[in-house]
Nanobody
């Protein structure tokens, strides 16, 4: 079992940056691919980024490509999401999640964190 705890959210002006962290418990973290999702008020939770267990592969939603960067440090049991050039439409609760597969679908993820709020003001 993996427990995930996100941090690093906050209020930032448009054009600004944030770095989200997701700390995992359990000795199996390094065997999971890790994803970030986000959910804005009144909208469905959507895929943001995905990284393979060994950091060799990454994948991004078109809406964040070139602005967000996913990375991980298996020695620290942590996955990161660097958010640059933030826009008001990036405002959402951001969640990290683990998966054994390689999928953009939230139903394919088995463990989820509680989320961290990112608010981008215009």
């Amino acid at each position: 079992q993996v427990q995930l705890v996100e941090s690093g959210g906050g209020l930032v002006q448009a054009g600004g940056s944030l770095r989200l962290s997701c700390a995992a418990s359990g000795r199996t973290f390094s065997t999971y691919n890790m994803g970030w999702f986000r959910q804005a008020p009144g909208k469905e939770r959507e895929f943001v980024a995905l990284i393979s267990w060994d950091s060799d592969l990454t994948y991004y939603a078109d809406s964040v490509k070139g602005r967000f960067t996913i990375s991980r440090d298996n020695a620290k049991n942590t996955v990161y999401l660097q958010l640059n050039s933030l826009k008001p439409e990036d405002t959402a609760v951001y969640y990290c999640a683990s998966t054994r597969g390689w999928s953009l679908g939230r139903n394919d993820y088995d463990y989820w964190g509680q989320g961290t709020q990112v608010t981008v003001s215009s």
